[in-house]
T-cell receptor, first 114, second 113 residues
Framework: GAGVSQSPSNKVTEKGKDVELRCDPI?????LYWYRQRLGQGLEFLIY????????KSGLPSDRFSAERTGESVSTLTIQRTQQEDSAVYLC????????????FGPGTRLTVT | GENVEQHPSTLSVQEGDSAVIKCTYS??????FPWYKQELGKRPQLIID?????GEKKDQRIAVTLNKTAKHFSLHITETQPEDSAVYFC????????????FGIGTKLQVIP
């Protein structure tokens, strides 16, 4: 079956512009996570959604970052007024439910802010 | 919240030798400990996991051990091969309430042929 997909795969944007990143989770997966991975660094948790519960936004680095998810389907991560330090790979993952289930990662979106 | 520490950050071994990566966690309620492997330029993938009701789990050349009393768990790779070269992430999570998965910082393993 189809895995987690993300779009775009690469995004180059000018400093100050807004960007929107998209994640399509595996069908039936109720949990969805966003991570940021800077070059050569670890997985920095941003936000997670679990079904209809309020999302855990505790990892969002600033109010320029926001994310939405419609039901148990597509999620979008929006970065407003991008800064150079936002340059990274943004990974999305989904799992059957939160916590004790395998996370399936998407291929990521490589964001470059010039 | 949970805090997961992982070490070493980098590890070089000769092909055929064993590699051990260690992690500690802070939340005694954590009961699920997965390990992910991320090859260069690729996405992380689960390679093995362990739940708190067992102390050890093996899958061919990889094994994970868990010490709940000490709150640490380790990944063991035996007879390392060049294709084992990657970054390995440990993680911890739990059932009940919010179940955010907390990752360690990663260990870059290099297997020297």
């Amino acid at each position: 079956g189809a895995g987690v997909s993300q779009s775009p795969s690469n995004k180059v944007t000018e400093k100050g512009k807004d960007v929107e990143l998209r994640c399509d989770p595996i069908s039936g997966h109720t949990a969805l996570y966003w991570y940021r991975q800077r070059l050569g660094q670890g997985l920095e948790f941003l936000i997670y959604f679990q079904g209809n519960s309020a999302p855990d936004k505790s990892g969002l680095p600033s109010d320029r970052f926001s994310a939405e998810r419609t039901g148990e389907s597509v999620s979008t991560l929006t970065i407003q007024r991008t800064q150079q330090e936002d340059s990274a790979v943004y990974l999305c993952a989904s799992s059957l439910a939160a916590g004790i289930y395998e996370q399936y990662f998407g291929p990521g979106t490589r964001l470059t802010v010039t | 919240g949970e805090n997961v520490e992982q070490h070493p950050s980098t590890l070089s071994v000769q092909e055929g030798d064993s590699a051990v990566i260690k992690c500690t966690y802070s939340d005694s309620a954590s009961n699920y400990f997965p390990w992910y492997k991320q090859e260069l330029g690729k996405r992380p993938q689960l390679i093995i996991d362990i739940r708190s009701n067992v102390g050890e789990k093996k899958d061919q050349r990889i094994a994970v051990t868990l010490n709940k009393t000490a709150k640490h768990f380790s990944l063991h790779i035996t007879e390392t091969q060049p294709e084992d070269s990657a970054v390995y992430f440990c993680a911890a999570s739990k059932t009940g309430g919010y179940q955010k998965v907390t990752f360690g910082i990663g260990t870059k393993l290099q297997v020297i042929p």
